[in-house]
T-cell receptor, first 111, second 113 residues
Framework: RKEVEQDPGPFNVPEGATVAFNCTYSNSASQSFFWYRQDCRKEPKLLMSVYSSGNEDGRFTAQLNRASQYISLLIRDSKLSDSATYLC????????????FGKGTKLSVIP | EPEVTQTPSHQVTQMGQEVILRCVPISNHLYFYWYRQILGQKVEFLVSFYNNEISEKSEIFDDQFSVERPDGSNFTLKIRSTKLEDSAMYFCASLSQDFGEQYFGPGTRLTVT
């Protein structure tokens, strides 16, 4: 069974804090990796793709370790607007673009 | 910015009734998906559709479910005889041929009573 595991949280952090989320995936054939953000009762929205070399987008940094099948997301200088559930997402590999989602980690940024 | 649209936003139906959930994917996209999310649980893949046929489906997508692209714009999910456990948020997604981001629609909340 292909699974994506995440710490469910919630993570309650003050504004300005740095917070890190971790994720592991079981399907070694996965080729594409993502972090999505989901606000309450809304659709998932792509936050960033994750590459083996690591990538950064403003305050967000994502890392991928294929050997240990581990993905991380670091958020620096947290804003109130970062409060959401962060979903770790991988594809099913072998040319399949079917996405497998983790259950998500809930983040609340507190004033 | 192009977007995926879904109708209705909320559908309430009685157990055993048929429902059709509608999606309009982004116009130049070629790959279409349905996912569902039961309240409090993770998003789960149901089915993918390409070139007017199903390309993959999960074990959730049993004989009660069907998908169709009846014209050049709509992509529908039909549930023939709804069960209480079909209550969930159903998301449509589409993907372009350069395999970039899957864009999700806002979802249809299905409530089966």
């Amino acid at each position: 069974r292909k699974e994506v595991e995440q710490d469910p949280g919630p993570f309650n952090v003050p504004e300005g804090a740095t917070v890190a989320f971790n994720c592991t995936y079981s399907n070694s054939a996965s080729q594409s990796f993502f972090w999505y953000r989901q606000d309450c009762r809304k659709e998932p929205k792509l936050l960033m793709s994750v590459y083996s070399s690591g990538n950064e987008d403003g305050r967000f940094t994502a890392q991928l370790n294929r050997a240990s099948q581990y993905i991380s997301l670091l958020i620096r200088d947290s804003k109130l607007s970062d409060s959401a559930t962060y979903l770790c997402v991988v594809d099913s590999g072998a040319g399949s673009y079917q996405l497998t989602f983790g259950k998500g980690t809930k983040l609340s940024v507190i004033p | 910015e192009p977007e995926v649209t879904q109708t209705p936003s909320h559908q309430v139906t009685q157990m055993g009734q048929e429902v059709i959930l509608r999606c309009v994917p982004i116009s130049n996209h070629l790959y279409f998906y349905w996912y569902r999310q039961i309240l409090g649980q993770k998003v789960e893949f149901l089915v993918s559709f390409y070139n007017n046929e199903i390309s993959e489906k999960s074990e959730i997508f049993d004989d009660q479910f069907s998908v169709e692209r009846p014209d050049g714009s709509n992509f529908t999910l039909k549930i023939r005889s709804t069960k209480l456990e079909d209550s969930a948020m159903y998301f449509c997604a589409s993907l372009s041929q350069d395999f970039g981001e899957q864009y999700f629609g806002p979802g249809t909340r299905l409530t089966v009573t």
